[in-house]
């Protein structure tokens, strides 16, 4: 048989492949030695295709399985060889309570060390620190990553210190990154704030019902809905940088988490009401009207989170407020009284040791889809720490009619666009083009709220979802309409609405509450406006408050443990729940992208990107901001207005009837110490409740916790292992000291 030289060095070069792949595997290139492999069965499938045509595709089709090993196996190859050089600087300590590290200034670069050579013979019982010569990290020897580290590449030292010159530390933040996935997409970023908030405060209610009451505590519940919202903050659907399938499926999984949090919440509050003793209360309970309230679903129109709906009868109504928060509040809140036959200027609110409660009539009106009548109330109630106490709203027709607020002296003409409470004098008028002037009146110091403005930002840089341009126009959204709505000794509020860019819309009411030093300013909008790809602009809404005269050089940030101070910068840095300028606080209830420079800070309420998402935010949006004035400018003042605005008082009805809880209670209390509770829930093992939270200040020194029934409270880890000595408890209080600036998780085994 005739064979042609061409076939035979194709046949022998295909055979040497083969041989070198097999010394290649062999010496561990695997890379290589698949790449080796791969053109060996290419020549060899030259050779036959021709005389089976049909085998071709199969060939190519090995083929290309082959090219993606190599690839893959080449490519696994190179970070392997580049890991053995150490990285100019690297990493952060993997246990919690590890030693703190030497810091590196953030102006100077670390020189590259060579890697550390290990102990002949390692010991880790006398090491402070450990770590392997092939990676970037250093741990203390207790850690569990520790364990994993193999004896031949164990690394001992002495201290921290040591571990950082060999593997240096950055001691600064990344961001800011990717600016524009602060931003984007804000009915996820509102979706993830309502999912966090609704399923602590859902978390603590029930388990601090479990073990008052002893109703049945549905951790497996709560697993679902954590599930959902943790899933959501995957990359790229909490940035907002998917396309419109990821935002839909998103908003299917919050609307499970909200059902979750607000049927536990509401179940918790409803069997905590079963045991409060309100037997004295009302002696008729049932005597006059009879009310099932408006329905299941009533206000959801008004947003994700229905409005509370009163189950109550007759005339005696009694409402049960609830606090999530660990501290005392002492403010006004907004009730709704259902079906009660009294003239709304004469009902009266009372505590059930019949002390009277300041009532404001806010609206009263027929629920045409229902078929009942309301009246929405606004009343002034200390609330305990995380607790509950007690309001009874009833008709008296010997009662005082309300008084209106007595109108602090006026420094601007227009005062018929004024509101005002104890602290603040708020000014909108409508020839100020949307600003709104704040005097704090025991200082006499004037604010200056800028307000709404529509902003084009440039595009040309792509990637719109995930940055941020530069501003190229800027306009200050004027021509307002302004009314009062509301005028009184507990709330006072003015609605303003004004149209926008081509078909934009929106409406937002000023208020300001009794006993708040803050302006609440809540929003809607309708938003129509569309990025366009052939000119590369975004359009946005923005909302600022200008800064201090003197012009600030820094601004604090809520960010997930604590309050970071950053330079000032007009670009786009993540915070939480808001951006101060000393003690005047910039809060949102569900915005994360805020920027702060020497003339004013404020936030990003809406972006029009166009990428990966065409019209990612049209359709209308509900928000709530406000201008704070905290009474410091220290971390834990900061947050605990923050965690006021952020979690509104609830409530629930009730009817007479008697028990073993009283009318007034507390759970908890932060009696002492500049911490912030971040999560009370009941431990996964069933002993005992699970408290978890940041010191704030950088002294840590003797923090109480208030806590009635504690037998006995010991620090955990993360994973609630016990994880140090007994903590001290006397009278129902614990007191321990905290690590500075760091996080801390309490078991505490209850009666």
């Not at 359009?539 to 800064?547: E, K, S, T, W």
Request: with cysteine; glycine share 8%; hydrophobic share 40%.
């Amino acid at each position: 048989m005739h064979i042609g030289w061409s076939r035979i060095w194709k046949v022998l070069l295909g055979c040497a492949c083969a041989v070198g792949s097999i010394i290649l595997l062999a010496c561990g290139l695997v890379g290589w030695g698949i790449a080796a492999l791969e053109a060996a069965v290419l020549l060899l499938a030259l050779q036959y295709a021709p005389r089976a045509a049909r085998l071709w595709k199969t060939w190519w089709f090995v083929e290309l399985v082959l090219v993606l090993a190599a690839t893959v196996g080449y490519t696994g190859f190179v970070p392997v060889r580049a890991a053995q050089t150490p990285a100019a600087a690297v990493v952060i300590t993997t246990e919690r309570d590890a030693p703190q590290a030497t810091p590196v200034p953030e102006t100077e670069t670390p020189e590259p060390t060579a890697a550390p050579e290990p102990t002949s013979a390692p010991d880790t019982a006398e090491a402070t620190c450990v770590a392997s010569r092939k990676a970037k990290k250093y741990h203390r020897p207790s850690c569990q990553y520790a364990a994993k580290i193999k004896d031949e590449n164990l690394v001992t030292f002495d201290s921290a210190a040591q571990a950082t010159k060999q593997i240096p530390v950055v001691d600064h933040e990344l961001n800011p990154l990717f600016t524009g996935c602060y931003t984007t997409q804000t009915r996820i970023k509102k979706g993830n704030r309502y999912g966090e908030r609704l399923l602590g405060e859902a978390e603590a209610l029930n388990a601090f019902a479990a073990q008052t009451v002893h109703v049945p505590y549905n951790a497996k519940k709560f697993a679902e809905g954590w599930r959902n919202v943790l899933f959501n903050q995957f990359h790229d659907i909490l940035p907002g940088s998917g396309v419109p399938d990821t935002r839909e499926y998103a908003m299917g999984l919050y609307q499970q988490s909200y059902a979750v949090a607000n049927s536990a919440r509401r179940a918790a509050m409803l069997a905590l009401s079963k045991q409060i003793d309100t037997s004295s209360v009302a002696a008729r309970p049932f005597d006059g009207d009879v009310s099932t309230g408006a329905g299941v679903g009533f206000g959801v129109e008004e947003g994700v989170i229905p409005a509370p709906v009163e189950f109550g009868q007759g005339r005696t109504r009694i409402f049960h407020l609830f606090n999530a928060c660990p501290f005392d509040r002492d403010e006004a809140v907004e009730l709704i009284v259902w079906d009660l036959k009294a003239e709304e200027k004469r009902l009266t609110a009372r505590t059930p040791e019949g002390e009277s409660v300041p009532i404001q009539v806010l609206e009263s009106g027929h629920n045409a889809y229902w078929g009942h009548d309301y009246t929405r109330v606004m009343v002034k109630l200390n609330v305990p720490a995380m607790g509950y106490a007690t309001c009874v709203i009833e008709p008296d027709e010997d009662a005082p009619e309300p008084i209106d607020f007595v109108s602090f002296e006026h420094t601007e003409p227009l005062e018929n666009w004024c509101i005002e409470n104890e602290s603040l004098e708020v000014v909108c008028s409508p020839d100020a083009d949307g600003v709104i002037h704040v005097t704090e009146k025991d200082s006499g110091e004037l604010h200056i709220i800028e307000g709404f403005a529509h902003i084009i930002e440039d595009a040309s840089r792509g990637m719109t979802a995930w940055v941020t341009g530069e501003t190229i126009d800027w306009t200050q959204i004027g021509d307002i309409r302004v009314k009062r709505i509301a005028k009184g000794a507990l709330y006072n509020a003015l609605e303003v609405s004004a149209d926008f860019g081509e078909r934009s819309h929106i409406s937002y009411i000023v208020s300001l509450r009794a006993g708040a030093k803050r302006v609440d300013i809540a929003a809607n909008v309708r938003w129509l406006e569309i990025g366009d790809q052939q000119k590369q602009t975004v359009p946005q809404l923005r909302f600022d408050v200008m800064a201090d005269e003197t012009a600030t050089q820094q601004y604090s940030y809520d960010i997930p443990g604590g309050v970071l101070k950053r330079a000032a910068d007009p670009r786009e840095w993540p915070g939480i729940r808001f951006i101060a300028d000393g003690r005047m606080m910039l809060m949102s209830d569900c915005k994360y992208g805020y920027h702060g420079d020497p003339a004013d800070m404020g936030v990003t309420l809406i972006r029009g990107a166009y990428n990966p998402d065409e019209y990612p935010e049209l359709g209308n949006h509900a928000f709530t901001l406000s201008v704070g004035f905290a009474e410091s400018e220290r971390a834990e003042d900061l947050t605990r207005m923050a965690a006021a605005f952020a979690s509104p008082v609830t409530s629930i009805t009730n009817t007479a009837h008697s028990g073993s809880l009283p009318v007034v209670h507390s759970f908890m209390r932060l009696e002492r110490g500049s911490v912030e509770i971040t999560s009370v829930k009941r431990a996964e093992d069933g002993r005992g409740l699970i408290i978890r939270g940041v010191e704030l200040a950088g002294d840590g020194k003797n923090v109480c916790i208030a806590l009635p029934g504690v037998k006995s409270a010991r620090l955990t880890d993360t994973h609630e292992r016990e994880d140090g000595a007994a903590l001290a408890v006397e009278n129902g209080v614990i007191t321990f000291d905290a690590r500075p600036c760091g996080l801390f998780a309490i078991r505490a085994e209850m009666a």
